[in-house]
């Protein structure tokens, strides 16, 4: 399939640059049995059934936008020049993969200087990213980070404004636990504690799984042919009970719906060896396209996506491309807000139980 597959128009108002509050007051499209209606996320609970399971993604955003200064010595001396990095991935010896801006000028071995005594050594430059080796780590590094860093906003709303202190609750989800993520697993945004107590006396099932989101879900795809495209890897951890709640939900013909494409990634990684759901842990770069075949999803809950992206690759692979695009169609005309901060839809194959 090309790109141009994935391509649609979208108003630059539709956008949304902060969330609505509470947040279960968001619009949320229902696509099921080949029929759309409009609701929000306050009303889910009409179209769960009880022993449904969600399966919730508690990654942690770190505020991995840090703004620092360059330090190096020249002919003239010591030398300083701001610079923004935003933190990617950290690997088993503590340093960190980063994006830098800007990164022409940054060289290997330079050291970049950060409020609160934090400071970085450039230990590569390659088309992935800068590495880094700070000096601190652990709970010293999460504590400094916690003081000076940003929220790494998506390009899309970073553009136009700054992130400030709303952001550090807005993007966020009332039940991340674990730190790591550098974007926010963002279906699950409109979920708060009121929402999900009902939907537990309402008899729907939660697992929790870990993905830890990277700054590569950004990134474009940039060959015609999407086959062509490379995945970024992102770490993740199904856990036995995870994997056990979620098998026992698909043979008592309940229905498994992930919150999130970072959620449905993971538990469709976890069964690609066998077919069914299993504890797993690792990297995973599974790129879910149009002819994909889903073990574990019965449905999903997910936002509105940027053109040719993956994101959309995956929704397509699970509704059909034509009733993708028959659903974006109508989003736009109804006028849903898109993709972090905005709206989002509940989504089934038209062969749903």
């Known amino acids: 399939m090309n790109l141009s597959d994935f391509d649609f128009d979208l108003p630059e108002d539709l956008i949304a640059l902060r969330p ?15 029929r759309i209606e409009n609701s929000h996320f306050a009303e889910i609970c009409n179209y769960l059934r009880p022993g449904d399971r969600l399966v ?7 505020p991995a936008r840090l703004n620092g200064r360059r330090r190096r010595n020249s002919d003239q001396g010591e030398t300083f020049a701001n610079i923004q990095i935003t933190l990617i991935s950290c690997d088993a010896k503590g340093d960190w993969l980063s994006l830098a801006k800007p990164a022409r000028r940054l060289n290997v071995g330079e050291e970049v200087h950060f409020e609160a005594g934090l400071k970085a050594t450039v230990l590569s430059k390659t088309s992935d990213g800068v590495g880094l080796s700070f000096n601190m780590s652990g709970a010293a590094f999460d504590t400094v980070i916690a003081q000076i860093g940003t ?29 790591g993520a550098v974007a926010a697993p963002t279906a699950s945004l409109h979920f708060d504690n009121a929402l999900l107590e009902k939907l537990r006396q309402h008899g729907v099932g939660f697992s929790e799984v870990t993905l830890h989101v990277g700054a590569g879900t950004f990134l474009p795809v940039k060959t015609d042919d999407i086959s062509a495209h490379r995945m970024h890897s992102e770490w993740g951890q199904v856990t036995k009970q995870a994997a056990l709640e979620i098998m026992q939900t698909k043979r008592a013909g309940g229905r498994v719906i992930p919150v999130g494409t970072t959620a449905l990634r993971l538990i469709e990684t976890a069964a690609r060896e066998t077919g069914e759901i299993q504890a797993w842990v690792g990297d995973t770069d599974i790129f879910i396209k149009p002819g994909f075949q889903f073990h574990v999803t019965d449905g999903l809950i997910t936002n509105f996506h940027l053109p040719k992206s993956t994101l959309l690759m995956l929704v397509s692979a699970l509704i059909g491309l034509d009733r993708c695009r028959e659903i974006y169609d109508y989003a736009i005309n109804e006028r849903y807000r898109f993709f972090s901060y905005g709206d989002g839809s509940l989504l089934f194959p038209n062969n749903d139980k």
């Open 20 to 34: 609505l509050k509470p947040r279960p007051s968001s619009r949320m499209l229902v696509g099921q049995e080949g």
């Open 56 to 62: 919730l993604n508690n990654t942690k955003v770190i």
């Open 151 to 179: 929220m790494p906003l998506p390009p899309y709303i970073a553009g136009k404004r700054p992130a400030d202190a709303k952001d550090n609750d807005d993007y966020q989800t009332v039940f991340a636990k674990e730190l």
